[in-house]
């Protein structure tokens, strides 16, 4: 699948805004390719399945990243009608890369250092 695509896909579900980055700016497109690439990677198939029926009803992969945003939004609308399973796990996938990328657990004012072993410093 076209990196375009996929970008176009992953903004359009997670688009970002004034504080907060698209799904691309957060690394969620790039984290995607990986899952498809692999597999191992549970419910790959279904991914994958969603993402060819979104290139479909757009008429296309390349028709789908120029299209504007209401069309994008519709053409996702239909396919999770369609396939509400599969759409809900990659969605799923989706939203846990984009609420753990540093850059967005950073513009929610989180800490992105882990706890251990040191644990987090505490205000005296």
Not at 38 to 45: G, H, I, L
Request: charge should be negative; proline fraction near 6%.
């Amino acid at each position: 699948m076209k990196p375009e695509f996929l970008s176009a896909v992953v903004d359009t579900l997670l688009p970002g805004d004034d504080a907060l980055p698209t799904g691309t700016n957060a690394g969620v497109t790039a984290k995607l390719v990986e899952h498809l690439s692999s597999t191992a990677t549970r419910d790959r198939d279904a991914y994958l399945a969603v993402l060819h029926a979104i290139a479909e009803k757009a008429g296309g992969e390349d028709v789908f990243a120029l299209a504007d945003e209401a069309t994008r939004i519709a053409v996702i609308e239909t396919v999770e009608k369609e396939m509400a399973g599969a759409f809900r796990s990659l969605t799923s996938l989706l939203l846990a890369d984009y609420y753990e990328a540093d850059s967005v657990l950073i513009a929610m004012g989180w800490r992105v250092e882990p706890p251990q072993p040191q644990g987090h410093s505490l205000p005296s």
